[in-house]
């Protein structure tokens, strides 16, 4: 998280926080949680269920719920699915080129190619 650097589109320095971070079931640690609101960046993170159990059982020394948004963790499936899609293509999957700039070429012809597709 400490090099996320996203462009801004009229230039200037980069924001080092997104607007909104998606996780699944495996980063939805304490540890993770506490970071994020620390930063003050907005999550959708599914909490499992023996975490939920644990924090039941302790009653009202277990905390608060997390926050969850089902609306927007659907969204998380569009994303793997698109990068799954990339991924078929053999040059994307194994990363043939050498130079991150030609691998990056690589990636928006396919993404071209995926796109006129639909």
Same mark, same amino acid.
């Given at each position: 998280?400490?090099?996320?650097?996203?462009a801004r589109l009229d230039g200037g320095r980069p924001r080092t926080?997104?607007?909104?971070?998606?996780?699944?079931?495996?980063? %939805? %640690?304490?540890?993770?949680?506490?970071? =994020?609101?620390?930063?003050?960046?907005?999550?959708?993170?599914?909490?499992?269920?023996?975490?939920?159990?644990?924090?039941?059982?302790?009653? %009202?020394?277990?905390?608060?719920?997390?926050?969850?948004?089902?609306?927007?963790?659907?969204?998380?499936?569009?994303?793997?699915?698109?990068?799954?899609? =990339?991924?078929?293509?053999?040059?994307?999957?194994?990363?043939?080129?050498?130079?991150?700039?030609?691998?990056?070429?690589?990636?928006?012809?396919? %993404?071209?190619? =995926?796109? =006129?597709?639909?």
């Open positions: 998280m400490e090099r996320v650097r996203v926080r997104p607007d909104h971070l998606g996780g699944d079931k495996a980063h %939805s %640690s304490r540890r993770n949680r506490r970071y =994020l609101r620390r930063r003050q960046i907005k999550h959708t993170i599914p909490e499992p269920k023996n975490q939920r159990a644990n924090r039941q059982r302790r009653g %009202s020394k277990g905390g608060r719920p997390a926050g969850f948004n089902k609306t927007i963790y659907k969204r998380r499936n569009e994303v793997e699915r698109t990068i799954n899609a =990339l991924k078929n293509f053999r040059a994307v999957a194994t990363r043939f080129d050498k130079r991150a700039y030609v691998f990056y070429g690589t990636v928006i012809v396919v %993404s071209i190619r =995926l796109w =006129l597709r639909s």
